[in-house]
């Protein structure tokens, strides 16, 4: 049988090795995270940083593991309960796909706790750091949606429009391109702005908080014109908003929060000391 391919033909895999199937998809969370762990170097060379190399290198870890435990346990939960716990193991297929970002960063957040509480670190601060890297990510994670034909929009009429395998004959909203935009490219250049050109690293959870605040807002929007999953079509049905906006709407008040209290916590600005030389 001939294999399903994304939109315009493309192949979401990208070789066949044996029985292995090297995907994009799986590419786009490789690349994501050595992108993140190298501009988060970039930042803990500036002053004032919460942690020093050493801490970055254990952060990588932890936060791996919180994307891909709390991605997946996230889309288990909030998106297909019943099923998964019919057949428990079909929860460890990764490779089948179904990956929850608001999962995933419940995940990476209780990385950053156990890793301050071990270190003693700004738990706050942390996330500020990691916040900002995190674009790289969402960027490449929404373009391999794209190429897997999947999370696609509600019809439209409108030139950029596409059709993708699984949507029928009628073109398309690219939503995930929309939201590979707005995730993405729209979101780095914010905290960017607000890292290197305003003293927002020094007020701790203003980073984070625009993080979310933009993030949230941006998802809340697209799910508008993007197509809820075949099973949750009823859910959004019965409560008016597809099951990522409800999941969104903590994120926007969370942010909102830490945004307009992040002045109060300037105080708790500790620069953690940079890393011994080695010896000679």
């Known amino acids: 049988m001939e294999p399903l391919r994304g939109p315009f033909g493309i192949d979401p895999v990208i070789v066949h090795l044996g029985p292995l199937a090297l995907r994009w998809y799986s590419m786009a969370y490789l690349f994501g995270i050595i992108l993140g762990w190298w501009y988060l170097l970039i930042l803990l060379r500036q002053p004032g940083a919460p942690m020093a190399r050493r801490h970055a290198d254990d952060l990588v870890f932890y936060g791996t ?13 909030f998106y297909k309960p019943g099923e998964y716990f019919e057949h428990p ?26 890793l301050a509480w071990r270190q ?68 780095f250049a914010v905290l960017a702005w607000m890292f290197w050109k305003t003293r927002a690293r020094y007020q701790p959870g203003k980073l984070v908080g625009a993080f979310l605040l933009v993030y949230g807002l941006s998802r809340f929007a697209v799910e508008f014109i993007r197509e809820p999953d075949e099973h949750l079509v009823h859910f959004a049905q019965v409560t008016h908003l597809h099951m990522g906006q409800w999941l969104s709407l903590p994120m926007i008040l969370l942010g909102l929060y830490f945004v307009l209290t992040a002045k109060k916590r300037a105080d708790r600005v500790t620069p953690v000391p940079a890393d011994e030389p080695a010896a000679a």
């Open 120 to 187: 003693k670190l700004d738990w706050l601060r942390i996330h500020d750091y990691v916040a900002c890297c995190t674009p790289f990510g969402l960027f490449l994670g929404r373009l391999a949606n794209f190429v897997n034909g999947e999370l696609w929009g509600a019809p439209t009429d409108l030139p950029w429009g596409v059709v993708f395998p699984t949507g029928g004959a009628l073109p398309r909203h690219p939503s995930q391109i929309y939201e590979a935009l707005l995730e993405g490219v729209l979101l």
């Open 65 to 77: 593991l919180g994307v891909i435990l709390g991605g997946r346990l996230g889309y288990v939960l």
């Open 89 to 114: 193991l079909e929860i460890i297929k990764l490779w089948d796909g179904g990956m929850s970002f608001h999962g995933g960063v419940i995940g990476v957040s209780l990385g950053i706790l156990y």
